[in-house]
């Protein structure tokens, strides 16, 4: 869970590190504010619309299970993993 929070957040600060990355190449500074304060509302923007779309892309292609999920157990003194099992 933690690498999909991490990997949305780096969606959602792409924007901003496109635009310094634009800022750079135009010889600008992209530490002074007045750079930033005119965009700084749509970068947030489109940074939100990057980290919820992948949540829904992510919901849409996940695998789904049909069967029941058999949890890790030990048989004949060897651990089994848990999976599902799709048998009808």
Known sequence: ML?????E????????CLFAGYL?????NPFDVEH????LFWLS????VFGIGSFIYAGI????HTGAF???HVEDGRLVP???????
Do not use: C, M, Y
């Not at 923007?45 to 939100?48: A, F, P, Q, R, S």
């Not at 848990?82 to 009808?88: H, I, L, S």
């Open 61 to 64: 292609v996940a695998p789904r």
């Open 70 to 72: 058999v949890p890790p």
């Open 45 to 48: 923007v489109v940074g939100l």
């Open 82 to 88: 848990g999976q599902f099992n799709d048998k009808p």
């Open 36 to 39: 930033w304060s005119g965009h």
């Open 24 to 28: 750079v190449i135009r010889r600008r």
């Open 3 to 7: 690498r999909t929070l991490i990997e």
């Open 9 to 16: 957040f780096l969606l959602f600060v792409l924007p901003f």
